[in-house]
């Protein structure tokens, strides 16, 4: 029998990061920035400790809470409550995000030292943080995309925290807007579920499910479910950053480095992850849903991949690849492999923050430059950084016993036992996609990590030498250096996970009893779990037969190619792309997406504006309800003013001519009886 979480325990985990994100905003200045990032971290450290105290009782007790909290409002039949829904997914949830903000926290000490707003910063991330687990712990749509809009709004004053920054502004509307274009077709959805089913609840609206899945949208042959189902995706994809709703995600880079590694590789992008996996109950009854899923998330996967190739800015090429894994996860959730979608996002989560951060080491390094042309042989000068990136790159491309290698390569099997329609197109994008996740990861790595030193040439600021500099010696060449502790030890912890989370957690998450009652999966129509089940003899096992796959062999021609193009012989690759020049083009302008919603979307838009502006404000509103009354009005009193002179004699002949018309009205008929007589 499971045992019953305690409701104040669980209000501990989101609450205490919301006190630290209060006391950091609005009190900064009074307890400075010593206590900013103490009563933050200590926030973080908090709900952390609490979230491993949960998923462990959850593991090892099957302990659950599905309850509400508050009740806001009640409407007829419908609830509007605040509630928790703790189970084994929402467990590894809370101790993923609250982990990879408590490093992002602790990071954050050394990366944004000399910046004016580093109290600020640490209450947005510390909201951010609130925000979250607030989504993740959900029991009910109202709560859901109250999480879900609360990230979108804290990303945004995230990723435009430098506001005097023209490019950090432009990011963070673009983020902002494409977020929103997203956040519609989800409301849309939830709000299918409100009118149809006639509840918030999760519980609830599940158990309606069977019911929903024989319904037609109105006035068409539509599926209902197969309509919410594709809106739900539709908040995923802009949350989630799948295609064509991705491109507001490499622009995000414009914000300072921490919040790259906490939006972009363990909460918010993972965010439309978690909701389908959430929403499996309602998935598995459209298998068209299932197929848009599975082929947006190819697209993503591959594509993304792709524009990872010809990136210089050592961040753009960790978002590009954040892109592309993000399609990974979504392709598992097209396969109905939501468990090995969720896992993914575990293993991702550590090793993406890892890379995130281990980039932002790199530009303290450089003295914030992050172009990987000017980098090279760091390997000397940064140890910590180097293997720290090195160990989190092999988990990145799938090497075996490394974290990313089981949720990966369970995802390429979980797409090649689909039947579903898109299946073979997906399979081809996911392994295709291994090679060129393991080229550009490793171009950027040998670039950043080896090679000729190209950063001689920087005009560096010169060291704090403080009392070891030699009286008139400035002649030292500066060159990078280590970062501090508080920057090196975040990457050390998140290394450890990075290499060891999936070997010893593949298990009971793909294949134990983990995620029973957090994830549906129609196991008589959908087979893929079944068969990684009945292939799967043990973590041991599956690496070692990873190492004869084809997968393997991609990776590792992908490191072998990048070796000999920027190691061995540089000329290559540009010989490549001169003789590929109108491909290269297309990739340097992300394959015209922006151009295109700049050109037709905004331009429409702004069209669409303009007519309404100078039609519906201007002419109709101003100029025939407002202005136009006002004529009107100004011309019957300009015909009643020449009949209101103000003298007696006329008033009387009006007087007498309206008694003589009243006259002739009433005895009219008579007269004209006796006329006729």
Known sequence: MSTQLSQNLLLVVPLAPLVGAVVAGFFGKTVGRRGSHIVTILGVLISFIVSAMVLKAVATEGARYNATVYEWMVLGDLKMEVGFLVDGLTAMMMCVVTFVSLMVHIYTIGYMEEDDGYQRFFSYISLFTFSMLMLVMSNNFLQLFFGWEAVGLVSYLLIGFWYKKPTAIFANLKAFLVNRVGDFGFILGIGLIVAFAGTLSYSEAFAKAPELAKLTFPNSDWMLLTVTCICLFIGAMGKSAQFPLHVWLPDSMEGPTPISALIHAATMVTAGIFM?????????????????????????????GFLGIIQNDIKRVVAYSTLSQLGYMTVALGASAYSVAVFHLMTHAFFKALLFLGAGSVIIGMHHDQDIRNMGGLRKYMPITWITSLLGSLA??????????????????????????????????????????????????????????????????????GDHEEPGDHSEVHVPHESPWVVTAPLVLLAIPSVVI???????????????????????????????AEGFHGATAMALHGLMTLPFFLALAGVVTAYVFYMVAPAIPAAIAKALSPIVRVLENKYYMDWFNEHVFAAGARLLGMGLWKGGDQGLIDGALINGSARAVGGIANLTRLIQSGYLYWYALVMLLGVFGLLTWQLWPTLSGLVGR
């Open 276 to 304: 389908v996996a959430r929403m499996s109950p309602l998935f598995e009854l459209s298998d068209t849903a299932l197929n848009f899923v599975l082929v947006i998330g190819a697209i993503t996967a591959l594509f993304m």
């Open 396 to 465: 990145l491309i799938g090497t075996p016993f490394f974290a990313g290698f089981y949720s990966k390569d369970s995802i390429i099997e979980a797409v090649h036992a689909s039947h579903l329609p898109g299946a073979q197109f997906a399979y081809f994008a996911v392994v295709l996609g291994v090679f060129v996740t393991a080229f550009y990861s490793f171009r950027m790595y040998f670039l950043v990590f080896h090679g000729k030193e190209h950063f001689h040439h920087k005009p560096f600021p010169p060291e704090d030498h």
């Open 502 to 532: 999936g070997f010893l957690t593949i298990g009971p998450m793909l294949f134990g009893d983990f995620f029973k009652d957090a994830i549906f999966v129609n196991l008589a129509q959908h087979h893929a779990m079944k068969e990684l």
